[in-house]
């Protein structure tokens, strides 16, 4: 008897402490969902098509985090995966100040028009962060809500490891 309240209660506390790391975690935190004016993006980045098992990606990401300095990684999912064997592809880049078009390959440039987009803003630590499912999700109810088209792209603006916004343009 004195063993099951022992257990029970251990299993009352470790659950209490669970519940508190995620609060604290901002878990609980909602997607900040707003529509903003934009201009043209104009990004320079790397291409990626494989699996998300190959190093090539890793590769990809380290080359574009060196090169972006201080701006925002910015990165485009035009397929993603259902596996871990199935076809990504997927553009990692940055604004820069000033598009060099001499790049060197693998290096290209990508351009999304831009007049008016769903900003969805997701502010807590990355291991609480909502998948970008869900997130697409709330920027469609929020185009519905509001009666806009979306052009069907998402662009994800890494801030640092806890901020992360997804943009997703507006269409005519």
Known sequence: MVKRKIILLSIGVFLLLLSSLYVYLGGFIAIELRQTECSD????????????????????????????????????YYIEPEGKRDTLHVFIGYEPDRINESLSTPWVTRSVECQSAIVAKLEMNRFVMPGPDKTKRAIQDFAKEKGLTLKGIYIDKIISSDHVEVWAPVGS
């Open 41 to 76: 993006l104009n990004l320079v980045g790397l291409n990626y098509i494989g699996i998300p098992q190959d190093e090539k990606i890793g590769e990809y990401f380290r080359e574009v985090e060196t090169a972006r300095k201080d701006k925002p990684l910015q990165t485009i």
